[in-house]
Nanobody, 122 residues
């Protein structure tokens, strides 16, 4: 059974950094490399939004509000995806979720982690 486990959240002050990790278990290294991985976040009272994504080929995309501050990367040998966040702002406060997505002929594979809280506050 595939599981995604996020870690690295916490409480930081504005301008500081956090590095989130998402480790995938229950799949082989070769299978993991075929997934598009994404980091989403959900702030209180708001809808979940895609923050950053990275394809199996390594192409990345970011929501405008984090462009230049967040960097998504993956280590297929460790079945892990990362989100490096710098110059954090109070509006980055949210629960951050990891997602693994893969298109298949008979229906897509889509997995979610349980989330990790990141709080940016003085």
């Amino acid at each position: 059974q595939v599981q995604l486990v996020e870690s690295g959240g916490g409480l930081v002050q504005p301008g500081e950094s956090l590095r989130l990790s998402c480790a995938a278990s229950g799949m082989s290294f070769s299978a993991f490399s075929g997934y598009t991985m994404g980091w989403y976040r959900q702030a209180p009272g708001k809808q979940r939004e895609l923050v950053a994504g990275i394809t199996s080929g390594g192409s990345t995309n970011y929501v405008d509000s984090v462009q230049g501050r967040f960097t998504i990367s993956r280590d297929n040998a460790r079945n892990t995806v990362y989100l490096q966040m710098i110059t954090l702002k109070p509006e980055d406060t949210a629960v951050y979720y990891c997602n693994a997505h893969r298109r298949r002929l008979l229906g897509d594979d889509d997995f979610w982690g349980q989330g990790t809280q990141a709080t940016v506050s003085t």
